[in-house]
C-alpha cells in the first residue's frame, strides 16, 4: 500500500461522509468486503454506507439507512438501529438497544447509553446484573460532542444538545437543551430565543451558536438575564422547603398553604414545582407512591376527579347532564392538573375520562353551542380546555371516542366560529368588565385545543392587537393589582401568537419586561408566590404564599422570560399544565 492510499484510509475513518465521492476502486471493493463480513453477523446496510474497519462494532443487530456512517474509533454494541442520513463520528460510543430516526448526529466522543448497571450492596459491581430500557431518538436531532444520553430515555424530533450536556430525560421535539443535568433552554423555531448560554457554543450551527453564545452588544437584556439568573437559583434552593410546608403528615396530604383545606390541585402543583426546579418528585413520597395516590383518585364512572370530601374522604360529584356530560368545574380541571402530575412522574391516568369519550359529535357540537361565550368567556373556554384535554388522555390510551369525528368536529367549530377582528371567541362584554373575560377565555381555550395538539391559532395578529389592548388596562395590570390567572392570561397568548407572527414584537416585549420585574420581586422566602388579589369574581386563593401561586407563578416568569429573550437564565423550562410544547401532534386535518 503507497503512502497516499494509506493517508486517504486514514482519512476516511475521521471523514467518513467523504467516502462515496473521494474513494478508490480499491478502498470501494475493501469497504463492500468489510460490510458483507458484518452482514455475516446480521447486519443490514443500505445503499451508500460508510462503516469504518478502525470502528469497533460487535452488534447483536445493526441496521443503518441510507447514506448513514459510522466513523473511526467509534464503539457501537448492542441492538442499533438507525433511519437515512445518520452518522456517528469518530470516537462515539453507541450502546445498548438504541434507535436513531433520519437526520440524526452524535458527535465526535458522545456516548448514547442504552443500558445500566446495578450498585446495591449486596455483591460487588462487577458481578451486578444489567438492566435496560433503551434510547430513542428521532428525525433531524443534532447530538452535540461529548454528549452523554443515559438508559432510558427519549429525544424528540429536531432537538438539539449542546455540547457536553448529560440527557437524563426525555427532551420534548424541538427542544434546544445543555447542561449537566440537560435543561430545555428554547425551542429551535423560535425566532428570538435566549442570548446566553456558553454550555452550548461551539457545537451548535453557526447561527445558533452565535445567538447563544453571550449577550451582544447593548443588549438591554442583559441585567435582566442576571436578575432572572439570580431569582432561578433562589427558588431552586429553596424549592423542597416550599413544598414541605404545605405537607399535612397527619392526613398525608397536601394543602395549598398551611392551615388551608387538603385538595387534588395541591398535591399536583406540589409535583409540578418539585419537577421544575429539582428535576425530583417531592421528597414527601416515592415516585409511584405519588403516581398510585392520584391515579386512585379518578371516579371510575365518568373518568374525572372530585375534590375530596370535606372531611378528607372521596369527592362525589353531582348528576350527570342529559348529554352524559358531569358540571363540576373543579373534576374538570383536575383532568388538566392530574393528568400532567402524572406524566411528570411517569405515569398516566388508569382509565379513559369517559365523559369525553362517550359524547358524539352532534352533542359536542350541541353542547358548545350552549356554551355562556358572551356573559362567562372564560368559563366557556374552560370547558374546551377540559374537554379537549380529555380527548388527549384518551388518545393516549389508545381509546376512540364513542363516534369517530368528535375531536375534528371541536376544532372546525372553533375554525367557523372565531372573530376576525380580534381572533377570539365570545365579546369583549361591557365597558366596565372590558376585555378580561374574552382574554382570559382564550388563554384556557387555546392551551387546551390549539396549543396542547400543536395547531397554529386563526388571525395571531389580530391575537396580538386584543390582548396588548387588555394588557394595558390598570384595573388589572397597574403594580400591585396583578394576579396569577390574569397575567398568565395575557402572557401566554402573545407568546402562542407570537411563534407565528413578529407582530408588535417591541410592544410584546417591553410589556412582559415590565411584568417580568414585577413578578421575580413577588418571591417570599421559604414559602414561593403568593396568587395575587382575587380576580373577577373573587376567584383564586389571594396573596399568602401557596402551591398554586407558585406552580402558576413560575410558569409565567418563564413564558415572560421568554418573551424578553432570557428564559435560558432559568436553566428550567414547564413540563405540566402549563408546557409550551404542545403535549400532542394532530393527526386530523382542521377545516378552512
Not at 5 to 10: E, I, M, S, V
Not at 30 to 42: F, K, N, P, V, Y
Not at 551 to 579: K, S
Request: charged letters at 20%; a negative charge.
Amino acid at each position: 500500500m503507497d503512502a497516499e492510499t494509506a493517508l486517504d484510509d486514514a482519512y476516511f475513518d475521521y471523514c467518513p461522509w467523504d467516502f462515496v465521492g473521494r474513494a478508490s476502486a480499491g478502498q470501494r471493493a475493501a469497504q463492500d468486503a468489510h460490510q458483507r463480513r458484518l452482514a455475516e453477523s446480521g447486519a443490514r446496510l443500505g445503499p451508500r454506507c460508510y462503516v469504518s474497519p478502525a470502528a469497533g462494532v460487535f452488534t447483536d443487530a445493526l441496521h443503518l439507512g441510507t447514506d448513514s456512517y459510522i466513523a473511526g474509533h467509534a464503539y457501537v454494541t448492542g441492538e442499533v438501529t438507525a433511519g437515512d442520513d445518520c452518522t456517528v463520528n469518530p470516537y462515539a460510543t453507541v450502546r445498548g438497544r438504541i434507535t436513531l430516526g433520519d437526520g440524526v448526529r452524535i458527535g465526535a466522543h458522545s456516548s448514547l447509553l442504552g443500558f445500566n448497571h446495578g450498585f446495591a450492596p449486596d455483591r460487588p459491581v462487577h458481578r451486578q446484573p444489567l438492566t435496560g430500557k433503551g434510547i430513542t431518538v428521532g428525525d433531524d436531532v443534532w447530538i452535540g460532542s461529548h454528549v452523554v444520553v443515559l438508559d432510558g430515555v427519549t429525544i424528540g424530533d429536531h432537538c438539539v444538545v449542546g455540547a457536553g450536556a448529560v440527557v437524563t430525560k426525555d427532551l420534548a421535539p424541538w427542544t434546544v437543551a445543555a447542561g449537566n443535568p440537560a435543561r430545555p433552554l428554547r425551542d429551535r423555531r423560535a425566532q428570538g430565543g435566549p442570548r446566553r448560554d456558553r454550555a452550548v457554543s461551539g457545537d451548535l450551527p453557526r447561527g445558533l451558536s452565535d445567538d447563544l453564545s453571550g449577550d451582544r452588544p447593548g443588549d438591554p437584556s442583559g441585567d435582566l438575564g442576571d436578575a432572572v439568573a439570580r431569582f432561578a437559583d433562589r427558588a431552586r434552593a429553596q424549592a423542597a422547603d416550599v413544598v414541605a410546608r404545605c405537607w399535612n403528615p397527619d392526613t398525608g396530604r397536601y394543602a395549598d398553604r398551611p392551615g388551608a383545606p387538603t385538595t387534588v390541585r395541591a398535591h399536583c402543583d406540589a409535583v409540578e414545582i418539585a419537577d421544575l426546579l429539582l428535576g425530583s418528585p417531592p421528597e414527601q413520597l416515592a415516585a409511584d407512591e405519588h403516581a398510585a395516590r392520584l391515579r386512585a383518585l379518578q371516579d371510575p364512572g365518568s373518568g374525572l376527579v372530585p375534590e375530596f370530601a370535606p372531611d378528607g374522604g372521596p369527592g362525589v360529584l353531582p348528576a350527570p347532564a342529559a348529554d352524559g356530560w358531569i358540571d363540576d368545574g373543579t373534576a374538570e380541571y383536575h383532568v388538566l392538573a392530574v393528568g400532567y402530575a402524572l406524566d411528570l412522574l411517569g405515569s398516566r391516568l388508569t382509565q379513559p375520562v369517559h365523559v369525553v369519550r362517550r359524547m358524539t359529535a352532534g352533542q359536542l357540537l350541541a353542547r358548545l353551542e350552549s356554551l355562556p361565550w358572551r356573559t362567562r368567556t372564560w368559563s366557556a373556554g374552560a370547558w374546551v380546555d377540559c374537554w379537549a384535554t380529555g380527548a388527549h388522555r384518551n388518545l393516549e390510551l389508545g381509546v376512540e371516542d364513542g363516534e369517530p369525528g368528535a375531536l375534528e368536529a371541536l376544532f372546525g367549530w372553533l375554525t367557523t366560529r372565531v372573530d376576525p377582528s380580534t381572533g377570539m371567541w365570545g365579546t369583549a362584554g361591557s365597558p366596565a368588565a372590558g376585555r378580561l373575560q374574552l382574554v382570559n377565555g382564550y388563554y384556557r381555550l387555546t392551551r387546551g385545543s390549539y396549543a396542547q395538539f400543536g395547531l397554529d391559532v386563526p388571525y395571531a395578529e389580530r391575537v396580538v392587537d386584543t390582548v396588548l389592548a387588555h394588557g394595558r388596562d390598570q384595573r388589572w395590570f397597574a403594580a400591585g393589582r396583578e394576579n396569577a390567572c390574569n397575567v398568565l392570561d395575557v402572557a401566554h397568548p402573545l407568546w402562542l401568537a407570537g411563534r407565528r407572527s413578529g407582530h408588535r414584537a417591541a410592544e410584546v416585549r417591553a410589556w412582559a419586561e415590565e411584568q417580568l420585574t414585577r413578578a421575580l420581586g413577588r418571591w417570599r422566602d421559604g414559602a414561593g408566590f403568593g396568587f395575587g388579589p382575587a380576580g373577577e369574581g373573587g376567584g383564586g386563593p389571594g396573596r399568602e404564599p401557596g402551591l398554586q401561586g407558585t406552580e402558576m407563578w413560575l410558569a409565567i416568569v418563564w413564558l415572560l422570560a421568554d418573551l424578553v429573550g432570557v428564559a435560558d437564565r432559568l436553566a428550567y423550562r414547564p413540563r405540566g399544565v402549563h408546557r409550551p410544547e404542545p403535549a400532542r401532534s394532530p393527526g386530523f386535518t382542521t377545516p378552512g
